[in-house]
Nanobody
Framework: QVQLVESGGGLVQAGGSLRLSCAAS????????MVWFRQAPGKEREFVAG????????YYTDSVKGRFIISRDNAKNTVYLQMNSLKPEDTAVYYC???????????????????WGQGTQVAVSS
């Protein structure tokens, strides 16, 4: 069992930055690939970014490439999402998630993940 707790959300103006954190407990954090998803009102949950267990490979949805950076600190059992040049369309609840076993091919399928945090709200004003 893995417990995930997100933090760092808030209200920011367009063009600003936020750093989200996701603290994990319960099992060996370094054994898990980690992802961030987001869900805006009335929309499906959307993959944002993923990172391999060793931190050497990262993946992003096209809309955040060049603006967001996913990273992790396995010594602190934490994964981060640095969000820069924020846009109003980035407004959503952001979730971190993971699964038992490696992510094989499709990082973007929400049903593939076994453990989810409670989410943190990000609101970007224009």
């Amino acid at each position: 069992q893995v417990q995930l707790v997100e933090s760092g959300g808030g209200l920011v103006q367009a063009g600003g930055s936020l750093r989200l954190s996701c603290a994990a407990s319960g099992r060996t954090f370094s054994s898990y690939d980690m992802v961030w998803f987001r869900q805006a009102p009335g929309k499906e949950r959307e993959f944002v970014a993923g990172i391999r267990r060793n931190g050497l490979s990262t993946y992003y949805t096209d809309s955040v490439k060049g603006r967001f950076i996913i990273s992790r600190d396995n010594a602190k059992n934490t994964v981060y999402l640095q969000m820069n040049s924020l846009k109003p369309e980035d407004t959503a609840v952001y979730y971190c998630a993971t699964r038992e076993g490696p992510v094989l091919t499709n990082w973007g399928r929400a049903s593939s993940y076994d453990y989810w945090g409670q989410g943190t709200q990000v609101a970007v004003s224009s």
